[in-house]
């Protein structure tokens, strides 16, 4: 079992960027694949990117357009997500959630271990 825990969240502006992280206390993250979500108020929670044990990253690219990069360090058994020209839109709690190696990564019921979220605001 393994139970992520994020950080990096904070209130920001339109145009700023972010880097939201993801590590764990107990077993190392880089054996799952490693899935960020998003859930603005008021709406379901959605899939924003992952990563696999291999690299291979994923990404909803009709909410990022290019601007979030997920990306992994494994020596410090962690995983990023990179948010630059954030934009009012870009509000929610961002959740890090670990899946089984192989799952589909978009899906959201492949996630078995979730963290408790970091907020994300951007004013305008």
């Known amino acids: 079992q393994v139970q992520p825990v994020e950080s990096g969240g904070g209130l920001v502006r339109a145009g700023d960027s972010l880097r939201l992280s993801c590590t764990a206390s107990s077993r190392t993250l880089m054996w799952y694949t490693v899935g960020w979500f998003r859930q603005a108020p008021g709406k379901e929670r959605e899939f924003v990117a992952a990563i696999s044990r291999s690299d291979t990253s994923t990404y909803n690219v009709d909410s990022v357009k290019g601007r979030f990069t997920i990306s992994r360090d494994v020596a410090k058994r962690t995983v990023y997500l990179q948010m630059n020209n954030l934009e009012p839109g870009d509000t929610a709690a961002y959740y890090c959630?670990?899946?089984?190696?192989?799952?589909?990564?978009?899906?959201?019921?492949?996630?078995?271990?979730w963290g408790q979220g970091t907020r994300v605001t951007v004013s305008s």
């Open positions: 959630a670990a899946a089984q190696p192989g799952s589909p990564s978009r899906v959201e019921g492949s996630y078995d271990y």
